[in-house]
């Protein structure tokens, strides 16, 4: 090798060992931004609850995505071979378990299977991180599913009655409130009595007792119908508690069985909102943080950016949806 390029060489590793910190820095931000992304959501405190022991861990309760994702392959062995030699609890934890890894083909299985397994389904520890870990997903139908087989499991059967037991509970056992709250909503959202459901949720999402709101605001969550939508910002704005003002924020950005498309149509009112001069500072953090969750838009903490941006989003969906004109001579 001539000198020269032993120079040239020797330069570029020089030149390589500086730029490996910038890089190593640059590596390390993007993850701080990441983290920084998520630390928003956190901050709303995410709590499932396991009723007289129900779902008791601290974990934030989110999805990485808002986004339905589509149906793919998959690579897993079929979900009803040798399911028949199960017991009904093995039988919803494994399928439980494929659907919260991606094997999709498990969901038509639980949706063929869960009416069989209701009664005979045991309320351990591992069946509710499974339901735990399938709300935490990305996908609305793994979340479906655990909702599905947390009504199973509480021998809730998707008929007027179990509502009508569940309204009579909300009266005589307040203690019992949070847990009760969430499976009305439940079964609202699997199409029981929908309407029912929201009149009752409403109802205690006024009540004067702080636990009972927030798990309110939960059930609505659950619940998912576009009647939702109005609830949850008024809870969030307007509610005394700023534990019932988190959740109902995270419940709008994030958690529950609300669509993506639900979701969006939040946002003109999450943007009035920073007209509000009652709003704290920590309320209105909380809006951004809705914001960017709901649209993915990486803006900052600067109202009238997303104003601006959302009007031009908004008329470029308009215009994406207008029907062509035809000009005649």
């Known amino acids: 090798m001539s000198g020269r390029q032993q120079s040239s060489t020797k330069a570029s590793r020089r030149a390589s060992a500086r730029s490996y910190p910038v890089k190593k820095l640059q590596v390390y931000l993007w993850s701080f931004i990441v983290l920084a992304t998520f630390s928003t959501?956190?901050?709303?405190?995410?709590?499932?609850?396991?009723?007289?022991?129900?779902?008791?861990?601290?974990?934030?309760?989110?999805?990485?995505?808002?986004?339905?994702?589509?149906?793919?392959?998959?690579?897993?062995?079929?979900?009803?071979?040798?399911?028949?030699?199960?017991?009904?609890?093995?039988?919803?934890?494994?399928?439980?378990?494929?659907?919260?890894?991606?094997?999709?083909?498990?969901?038509?299985?639980?949706?063929?299977?869960?009416?069989?397994?209701?009664?005979?389904?045991?309320?351990?520890?591992?069946?509710?991180?499974?339901?735990?870990?399938?709300?935490?997903?990305?996908?609305?139908?793994?979340?479906a599913a655990a909702v599905e087989v947390d009504l199973a499991t509480n021998n809730l059967s998707k008929s007027p009655q179990s509502v009508s037991r569940l309204v009579k509970n909300l009266r005589d056992n307040p203690a019992d409130r949070p847990w009760t709250l969430w499976r009305l909503g439940a079964l609202g959202n699997r199409g029981v009595q929908a309407d029912v459901v929201l009149a009752q949720l409403l109802t205690y999402s006024h009540d004067r007792n702080e636990e009972t709101r927030y798990w309110a605001v939960e059930g609505?969550?659950?619940?998912?119908?576009?009647?939702?939508?109005?609830?949850?910002?008024?809870?969030?704005?307007?509610?005394?508690?700023?534990?019932?003002?988190?959740?109902?924020?995270?419940?709008?950005?994030?958690s529950g069985m609300l669509t993506k498309q639900q979701r969006l149509t939040a946002v003109p009112e999450l943007l009035n909102f920073f007209d509000d001069d009652a709003l704290d500072s920590t309320t209105r953090s909380w809006v951004y943080g809705a914001l960017r969750m709901i649209t993915g838009a990486e803006i900052g903490n600067d109202a009238d950016a997303w104003r601006k941006w959302w009007a031009k989003r908004d008329t470029s969906n308009h215009n994406a949806h207008r029907p062509t004109k035809f000009l005649y001579a």
């Open 41 to 143: 959501l956190a901050g709303f405190e995410a709590v499932l609850f396991r009723g007289v022991s129900l779902w008791g861990s601290q974990d934030l309760v989110h999805a990485a995505s808002l986004h339905e994702v589509p149906a793919a392959a998959s690579t897993m062995p079929d979900p009803d071979a040798n399911l028949s030699s199960l017991a009904p609890q093995e039988q919803a934890q494994e399928l439980l378990e494929r659907a919260i890894s991606r094997d999709l083909q498990s969901l038509d299985s639980i949706n063929k299977n869960v009416d069989t397994w209701r009664g005979h389904l045991q309320d351990t520890d591992r069946l509710s991180e499974l339901v735990h870990g399938a709300l935490n997903s990305d996908d609305l139908r793994v979340r």
């Open 220 to 254: 609505l969550a659950i619940l998912g119908t576009d009647a939702t939508i109005d609830p949850l910002l008024d809870r969030f704005a307007h509610d005394s508690s700023s534990r019932v003002r988190k959740r109902a924020a995270c419940n709008l950005a994030v």
